[in-house]
């Protein structure tokens, strides 16, 4: 496995050099196909004692130049100073058809920028992290990927004693605004400039010897994010932790902690048990969002040097995150036009979720059951799967006239229209007690829930009529669930 390493051509101060700490007797948990096929790799090969220890770490490949990079951030909207990958180790690139991939061992051992950690990562967080990046790639949402989990017996200390494991994480890259506000605080322009020199020319070559590229860079991802959010809006995604240093600034979802999917809707709603003032909480992670590009705007103000454009540049965040938003929506509710009224419809439809405690994922797909030319009598035992998702049944009819009508006024097509909204709206997300299921059986040794799970979320739009159960609202034991910054 030829391991290149652009990263590693960075002046030192960028990263240090180290090897993964080896885990005892590592094994393997589970594989990802189609992140596997990126890399050219036979997935079944995964499972094989040599890729077990290149990939836990144990076995470091020849030509490597493995190492942790430096980084800092803003936590819960505080400066934090210095971070950097406390428990990542960057094993290098490969090339693939898209381009150089870097892969990078989560959970690999101490480095110099641990803090107080131990450089390790739980099992239970990193079925989830693997879950997760595979299942947002399949829902066609920016992701880091996961390529695989290994696993070990060796004991590792939580808020109970869990075990260790490794997820061998992809991307393009992994620099964060977090990398580019490290140096901004240390006043250290040169290689604040050597790092924006290094993204563009890796990741945005179409920016270079434009007029100003560093105000170009900070426009695109401030595009990107706002762009990836709408995303992560329209299906109910919850990040959790949307600090700076967990921001990419190739505009990928990065870094899966106590992420969740929306279930019964609130827009208030915060998956991360440790946020207690909500400041990720569903509603709170569009203008978050924005907040993170000022970050990044500030870092990068030193090379843009122009406080009025880079405001401009960060301006464009609303519309760009209004025009995919709405543009999801329209998908979502099958709508091919546009029209004037069209923000009420949605407004009204989200006001009843919220006050129904709606299922997000079950109410969008059952939407698309919904059948415009129903008899005037025949209509409310035709809606009856979609009625019965709310407990004011009359309101909801009510709104359901109103949809009805739009839909005529386009002259949408039942059949047509069932099969493009499906093609949208999920049938199976990573709700946390299907996590929670496969992390059970996976803590007891028996690992094949995490690969049904991952296969099943790997064809989130398609009926699979065989698996009905994974698109089952949480059993009453889910209601304790708690995800927290723990992993
Ligand atoms: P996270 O909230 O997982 O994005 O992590 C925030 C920071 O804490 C990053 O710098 C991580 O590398 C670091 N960190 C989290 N957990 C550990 C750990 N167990 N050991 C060392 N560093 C960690
Ligand atoms: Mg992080």
């Given at each position: 496995m030829p391991i290149d390493n652009s990263f590693a051509e960075l002046p030192p101060a960028f990263y240090t050099h180290l090897r993964p700490t080896p885990l005892p007797a590592p094994y393997f948990v589970a594989a990802s196909p189609k992140a596997a096929a990126l890399l050219g790799l036979d997935p079944s090969d995964l499972a094989h004692e040599d890729f077990v220890a290149a990939f836990s770490g144990n076995r470091v490949p020849p030509r490597a130049k493995p190492l942790s990079a430096v980084y800092s951030g803003?936590?819960?909207?505080?400066?934090?100073?210095?971070?950097?990958?406390g428990r990542a180790i960057l094993?290098?690139?490969?090339?693939?058809?898209?381009?150089?991939?870097?892969?990078?061992?989560?959970?690999?051992g101490m480095t110099p920028y641990s803090r107080m950690g131990d450089g390790r990562a739980v099992l239970r967080s990193s079925i989830r992290e693997f879950l997760c990046s595979e299942?947002?790639?399949?829902?066609?949402?920016?992701?880091?990927?996961?390529?695989?989990?290994?696993?070990?017996?060796?004991?590792?200390?939580?808020?109970?004693?869990?075990?260790?494991?490794?997820?061998?994480?992809?991307?393009?890259?992994?620099v964060r605004f977090g990398s580019f506000e490290h140096w901004h605080y240390r006043n250290k322009h040169e290689e604040l400039k050597i790092l924006a020199d290094y993204v563009i020319r890796n990741f945005y070559p179409q920016l270079e010897g434009g007029d100003n590229p560093y105000l170009a860079l900070l426009s695109e991802v401030t595009v990107r994010t706002a762009r990836m959010i709408a995303h992560w809006q329209a299906v109910g995604f919850m990040h959790g932790v949307m600090n700076t240093d967990n921001m990419s600034i190739l505009g990928l979802t990065l870094d899966y902690g106590p992420f969740g999917f929306m279930e019964a809707f609130d827009v208030d709603?915060?998956?991360?048990?440790?946020?207690?003032?909500?400041?990720?909480?569903?509603?709170?992670?569009?203008?978050?969002?924005?907040?993170?590009?000022?970050?990044?705007?500030?870092?990068?103000?030193?090379?843009i040097k122009d406080t009025d454009a880079a405001q401009a540049a960060l301006d464009v965040y609303v519309d760009a995150y209004g025009e995919q938003f709405d543009a999801l929506l329209h998908a979502k509710l099958g709508l091919a036009t546009v029209q004037e009224n069209?923000?009420?419809?949605?407004?009204?439809?989200?006001?009843?979720?919220q006050e129904n405690h709606v299922d997000f994922t079950l109410f969008f797909r059952t939407l698309g059951e919904l059948r415009?030319?129903?008899?005037?009598?025949?209509?409310l035992e035709a809606d009856a799967p979609l009625r019965d998702l709310f407990i004011d049944r009359p309101s909801f009819d009510a709104w359901a006239v109103r949809?009805?009508?739009?839909?005529?006024?386009?002259?949408?097509?039942?059949?047509?229209?069932?099969?493009?909204?499906?093609?949208?709206?999920?049938?199976?997300?990573?709700?946390?007690?299907?996590?929670?299921?496969?992390?059970?059986?996976?803590?007891?040794?028996?690992?094949?829930?995490?690969d049904r799970l991952r296969a099943v979320l790997d064809r989130p739009f398609d009926e699979?009529?065989?698996?009905?159960?994974?698109?089952?609202?949480?059993p009453d034991w889910a209601s304790h669930l708690e995800v927290s910054c723990s992993s």
């Open positions: 803003h936590q819960f909207g505080h400066w934090a100073g210095q971070l950097g990958d094993l290098g690139e490969i090339a693939t058809a898209d381009g150089p991939v870097e892969l990078q061992l989560k959970g690999a299942a947002m790639a399949a829902l066609g949402i920016p992701t880091t990927r996961a390529l695989m989990v290994t696993g070990s017996h060796q004991q590792v200390v939580r808020e109970t004693i869990e075990t260790a494991a490794v997820v061998t994480r992809m991307a393009p890259s992994f709603h915060i998956c991360n048990h440790t946020d207690q003032g909500g400041r990720y909480s569903y509603a709170n992670q569009v203008p978050v969002g924005h907040w993170n590009c000022y970050a990044l705007a500030n870092a990068l103000l030193p090379l069209d923000r009420a419809l949605f407004d009204d439809m989200f006001k009843l979720m415009v030319d129903v008899l005037p009598d025949g209509g949809y009805r009508e739009r839909l005529r006024q386009e002259g949408s097509r039942d059949e047509a229209r069932r099969i493009a909204m499906h093609a949208v709206n999920p049938k199976y997300v990573l709700r946390n007690y299907l996590a929670q299921v496969a992390i059970d059986k996976a803590q007891q040794g028996d690992y094949s829930e995490v699979q009529p065989e698996n009905a159960a994974y698109a089952a609202l949480p």
